[in-house]
DNA sequence: GCCGTTTTCGGCCCGACTGTTTTCAGTCG
């Protein structure tokens, strides 16, 4: 039982709850509880085995501790099998239908005795679901729609993919007569790694206008909702995006609202409350009338808090740090002075050195590290030691060509199954420095995987452990490991540890970046660029160290190229 | 079931839209 499966297990007893007619904060404390589970960075089991007090933990009480230590012993989690034998476990899975909720859900289940995705499909497209009270032909057209896109799959994208999806939509609503502002609000704009949906935010002088010309946009497939403020559609890729329009004057409550996240806007609310205040999406109120709202700030500062950045809107102590003036300054992309993790087309890059080169310093860097694959089983045009000294000596003739700029010789170097590296020691010590990473054996356990990461640190010629859990989002689980162990490990040994800014791997993430502040081991955020156009990935890299409370000092390659250096000695 | 800058008990966010209704319940974000 990890994580993932114990929030699981929440979610569906807090569905089974609620259709038992449960408590509505009961069940709400299951799912808070889920979420707090879910975005945990260290292993549950490895926080009791080291005597944590899960109390501590936001939204989980003693009760919940106890459940908790029961799930991780026993394996089981009895209440959800006691609330299992008068409701099925699979009735949690309706939840997830669109326009199914506890009331309907539990009346499909009392009268067609509709306990599964399977049986609600059967009893659609038998015409049963029209003839009960509160449905009709319309939600049983829905529901069958709903499991037919299913089975066609969608799931959340890449941020990267969704920017491609948002950008030329709003470009469509900024052309729109009377529109004054339109961003795009949500996990978007929190700068999760992936998105769901999109919200769209726009004030408008013609609030009607906007949304007309919002289903007009070419690439929407279907129309779910339409009203005077807001409307719901689904565009031809299957994304979901949301417009809501508001008056200028809302504008900043507004953005506050539709970025979230949904708990951070109920904490909001509540300290809100206690000023004996009102906040909604039109602005701050006390009794009947507006305070404030044009801005995001003013609206904080109503609720007697500083400004928070829109990746730090999680409710995990953000709201309590803007109370007591504790907020991280951030770091931010300006910050950023060199890229330490990029391949030519000496190993699977495309471009040469010189035009990786050009684009570094295109985009104001003082340096770039040239880090292609040293030869190895199972890397393809990995250097050997003859073709890595030559490219040594290229980077010096370029060099020799620059002011204020530096190509850093490097090597990205597979870390064997045995912990040792892939690369010959003499020319290891010739580069600048090492990224070293894993490639192979995905599959082995939390300590084996940890303890060959912590065996291939004691390599004194290792610098950076470049993309630390090996994931691949939508395609790939990250390799079980101790992150705490390794990060103190890296920590002790002067080793530094990679954001990697690929779109489809962000790893380490954000909750990562926290426990490595906590514990106090460098990161260095690197494009692991294939391109030279590619190095622009450094942006989504910076937004998950911002997701993580990273300030500039706790990234080296904000500093400049000596400072950089004398910090990467071991 | 959680939680404490009014509370260790009594609170717990709130408005819009849909589809079903004849005035609103249910769902969603």
Redesign the pocket.
Known sequence: MHNPDIAELFSRYAVLLEVKGA?P??V???R??ARTIENLPRDINEMLGGGADL?E?????????H?IADIVTTGRFT?LEEISRRLPGHLAEL?E?????????K?LFHRLKVGSMADLAAAARAGRL?KM????????A?ILKEIERRAATTTRLRLSVAEQIGGPLLAWLRDTEGVEEAVIA?SFRRRRETVG?I?VLVTCRKGSSVIERFVLYPEVAD??????????VRLKSGL?V?LRVVPARSYGAALVY?T?S?AH???L??M?????L?????GVFKGARWLAGRTEAEVYAKAGLAYIEPELRENSGELEAA??GRLPDLVSLSDIKGDLHAHTRASDGQDSLKEMAEAARKLGYSYLAITDHTAHVGIVHGLDRRRLRQQMAAIDRLNAKFRDFRLLKSAEVDILPDGRLAIDPGVAKELDLVVAAIHTKFGNDARTQTDRLLRAMDDPCVNIIAHPTGRLLGEREPYELDMQRLMEGARERNCLLEINAQPSRLDLNGAHCRLAKQIGVRLVISTDAHTAETLGYMRFGVDQARRGWLEATNIANTRNLATLLAQLKR
């Open positions: 408590n904060f009961r709400r404390a299951y808070n509880a109390t933990l936001p939204g989980i009480g003693e009760d919940l501790a459940k209440p939840a239908v669109p326009g199914l909720g506890p009331k309907r859900i009346l029209r009270k509160g449905f009709g032909p319309k939600i049983e829905n949500g949906d919200d129309v779910l909702a339409k009203g005077s403020t807001r409307a719901t979901q949301d539709f979230g949904k806007n109920i904490a609310r509540a809100a409350m206690k000023r004996g009102k906040f909604n999406e039109y109370r007591d």
